[in-house]
């Protein structure tokens, strides 16, 4: 099995910076691409920024150039620095990862964290 665990959420002032970590961990072998989405009230969940292991990244057009995710292979953890945060960023946010469970298997398994709450508001 495999693990998430997020942290860094809270309540911030529009224009103010939170950064979100993501730690994996359990059995595996290595994990491809890490992530983050969120989730707004009422809102389907969508994606934010994603990195590969390769460090290829995307980024939802809404966060370009106000956040920056960032990951470190070796321990298997990502983090979400976000500036210049608006009332509309807040959200539930969600780590997730496609991790790979043996070197042996071409087939990934999707993982997702519980969550962590941001809230942009003055």
């Known amino acids: 099995q495999v693990q998430l665990v997020e942290s860094g959420g809270g309540l911030v002032q529009p224009g103010g910076s939170l950064r979100l970590s993501c730690a994996a961990s359990?059995?595996?072998?290595?994990?491809?691409?890490m992530g983050w989405y969120r989730q707004a009230p009422g809102k389907q969940r969508e994606l934010v920024a994603t990195?590969?292991?390769?460090?290829?990244?995307t980024y939802a057009v809404s966060v370009k150039g106000r956040f920056t995710i960032s990951r470190d292979n070796a321990n298997n953890t990502v983090d979400l620095q976000m500036n210049s945060l608006k009332p509309e960023d807040t959200g539930d946010y969600y780590c997730?990862?496609?991790?790979?469970?043996?070197?042996?298997?071409?087939?990934?398994?999707?993982?997702w964290g519980q969550g962590t709450q941001v809230t942009v508001s003055s």
């Open positions: 997730n990862a496609e991790v790979k469970m043996r070197a042996t298997q071409r087939l990934q398994y999707l993982y």
């Open positions: 359990g059995n595996f072998f290595n994990i491809n691409k």
């Open positions: 990195i590969t292991s390769g460090g290829s990244l």
